[in-house]
């Protein structure tokens, strides 16, 4: 099904919790894990067609301190369209207008645009990276700058006619979260800010208090298909776009009714 | 002055001690580091705006047993354009015909194509980076395809009129390594090849058995700034392209004759 992981922050944070209980999602999505951030205008991306569990990078990574950013984006993957290959694994990058822009996704889409057609190119197979090479095309031949929120809403409610689709992107300054308009394993968020409590993972028995590791002045938000830890996660409204600068929502942002 | 580091071998390969040695080239190119492997039509880039010797994530890739490839292309970085950031570190990538095409240079070059005027724009503020977008821009705008040996070095050779450049760049398939035709810190190459010897680091007492670590039917090349190990290394001849695939050369690999 694959799993998605989102964090935006108003300054960089290290991601060492969110990652840890993301990693055990790796645990049936086996087919492949990665993880972006940014610094500035450039981006960094780790990944590897493996299990997340069973990756001695993944676990590097989750305990490096020089491992910040404002903009986190992960994926683990489980194989549908496209074997299992570093090609095929995301997150996958772009340089469009002079920036590095990052994209995961979630869900299955068959467009109807042929791949000759478009501006960007896949390297890989995936549905995912035809879709991502398809918004980029989208935005570069209609002009549409990367703060046009309802206009990207609007391509993006298109495609998803065309399938299911959770998805993630950044170009290092926004972070677009897009929740599928159906029932596609859903996609969720938590805000973070003081003050901060006492917090355990849903996957793994752990228990961290964020009062010890972050700043008062730190605030964002963490985004995941499924609630990582035990707070009170709230679902994005099917179908929205919902836009993070510096951890604040500045669009959309609708949710659900908590169930809780 | 920045160095380079590229590997071709037949099967992959890890790089630990040629990567050991060149991370103490990161002592007096204290601006970023980074290292590329390829893995078919994808690459994985690691890099950090920092000095080698002094990065975890160095020391750790050094030792990672799934480190493999048969292509890898390095870095380490004194910066002269373009300030201390993650977006002016090499390698570089691009997305080109479907493949994703890796770039790392030694040198400084003052192309006369404005940057509007290129197919392929930069991220950062490097003369590297500029330099990379407008041979992209060059292969793609004249239609000249990756085994077009001649005609690439052709291109290289005119933008070398620009300035000093020693460089590396591969699609996956092929190792392109062009060497100045000036005298800008040269580039030289050592063949691994069975029966394998035991070889000492130029700049650390290390000294490690090939027999014991690699394969009889492992072969290949290591290519530097200047010798990594006590070895007898080939020096490139100027102005020349060289073009390796499998861990053979298949075009060029003209030498200066030997000081040994």
């Known amino acids: 099904m694959c799993e998605l992981l989102a964090l935006n922050f108003n300054q960089p944070v290290r991601c060492s919790l969110s990652f840890r209980g993301f990693c055990h999602r790796g645990e049936r999505n086996a087919d492949g894990w990665g993880i972006a951030r940014f610094d500035g205008r450039a981006c960094q991306i780790f990944k590897e067609p493996i299990q997340a569990p069973q990756s001695k990078l993944a676990t590097f990574l989750r305990d490096y301190e020089s491992f910040k950013s404002k903009i986190f984006i992960g994926h683990v993957r489980l194989a549908s369209q496209g074997e299992r290959a570093l090609e095929n694994t995301h997150p996958f990058v772009r340089v469009f207008r002079s920036r590095e822009v990052v994209f995961a996704h979630n869900g299955t889409v068959s467009l109807s645009i042929p791949k000759p057609a478009l501006k960007f190119r896949p390297v890989g197979e995936t549905d995912s990276e035809h879709l991502f090479c398809a ?28 399938g299911s689709m959770n998805l993630l992107f950044s170009e290092g300054e926004h972070l677009y979260v897009y929740r599928d308009e159906g029932d596609c394993n859903g996609l969720c968020m938590i805000e973070r800010k003081a003050p901060f409590d006492r917090v355990s993972l849903e996957d793994e028995d752990w228990e ?7 700043h008062p002045d730190q605030r964002g938000v963490v985004i995941a ?36």
Chains 1, 2 share one sequence.
């Not at 993006?156 to 006619?161: E, G, K, M, T």
């Not at 961290?208 to 972050?214: F, R, T």
């Not at 409204?237 to 908590?258: A, M, N, R, T």
């Open 135 to 162: 918004l980029l095309t989208e935005l570069s031949q209609r002009g549409i700058g990367f703060s046009k929120f309802k206009e990207i809403e609007n391509i993006l409610r298109y495609f998803n006619h065309y």
């Open 208 to 214: 961290v208090n964020l009062a010890e590791e972050k």
């Open 225 to 260: 298909t499924r609630p990582l830890t035990n707070e009170s996660w709230k679902e994005f409204e099917p179908g929205s776009l919902s836009v993070f600068k510096d951890g604040q929502c500045i669009y959309g942002g609708h949710h659900l009714p908590s169930e809780k």
